[in-house]
């Protein structure tokens, strides 16, 4: 190599070093938008799948499926122990045999006196351990679902079952053994586990599971018996359905929606149809409607409690007359 070549073939080799710095950059740069275009895709999919679950007879789109902030809700895989932990509890301890000590319990008692205002203020403690969303508090929770209700101009019997919906989750400082008698999906007791439940594969430590009572299609259910007569996992939805049953004057669809608003496995996953009647048929929808806004108004802007107060009082004491609740 000569000396007056040297330095052109340095000059080459730190234009090639260059050259190739700048392909390594754009390779980069290309992946990062691969991915990006991946992300938006998976977005698109998962709004067509929701928009898809929607009851297609009812013909507005809540607004809250249109948040433009991007999340995937109740991602149970990516989740933490915590919500599996939880499920491991909760399908091994709600037999039929709690479940009905749970209803005499019920009956039995009064736990507290006070107003539906005062009750969703002393929720505001509890964090959901069956919830993979949580990062919000349960007031929260309760007013941008009914805000967001109320911004669809939907009747105001529907406008509070948002507001109440979780206020069942009281529970938990009273009599509750746990969470796992509180909160998470419901199901059926008294007959076989769907499939389709969340973290089905706990069921195997439920003593129900192996008893042939209780473990065949019906169990001790009959065919298209009605949800009404079929035990649900005892929690903040029973309870709740109960207390406003006998306290205020909501209809039957408020009823349904605050009844089955857990009851995941039937609502979004159609499993137990062969339990429905013609009453279940209607109230499916109900529920269905529902569900999109306790989900997807999760990443609505904070509320002011200030602001709405006066509004949701007049609500309340309209369905509930009675003012102070037997909880
Ligand atoms: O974790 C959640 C939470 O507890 C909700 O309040 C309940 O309705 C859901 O079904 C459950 O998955
Ligand atoms: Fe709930
Ligand atoms: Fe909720």
Known sequence: MSRIDKPRTQHQNTDKSRLLEQLDEDIQEL????????QLEEEKQLKEQQLEQLDTTSAQVPSVMFNTTYREYRQYDLAYNRVKEFYK??????????????RINFKTKVRD???????LLKLNHLLDESDPDTELSQIEHAFQT????????????????????????LLYFYESKGQWDVVGDTFPVGCRYSTKIIHHE??????????????????????????ENVMLS?????????????QSRLPPQALAMIRYHSFYPWHQEGAYK???????????????????YDLYSKTDVKCNLEEVKDYY???IDEFFPKKVIDF
């Open 313 to 315: 009082i007049e609500l």
């Open 113 to 119: 006196k006070m107003t539906i205002w005062d009750a």
């Open 234 to 246: 005892w929690g903040h939805d029973e309870y709740m359905y109960h207390l406003a049953k006998e």
């Open 89 to 102: 509890e909760q399908h091994r301890y709600q037999t039929v045999a709690y479940n009905i000590q749970a």
């Open 146 to 169: 009914a805000e967001a209700i109320r911004k669809d101009n939907k009747p105001r019997w529907f406008q509070l079952v948002g507001l109440i919906h979780d206020l069942g989750k």
């Open 202 to 227: 706990f069921f195997k430590d439920n003593p129900d599971y192996k008893n042939p009572l209780y473990n065949t299609k019906y169990g001790i259910y009959s065919p298209h018996c009605g949800l």
């Open 31 to 38: 992946n990062q938008l691969k991915q990006k275009i991946k």
């Open 274 to 292: 062969y339990l429905m009647n013609k009453k279940d048929e209607e109230m499916l929808k109900a529920v269905k409607e529902f569900n999109p």
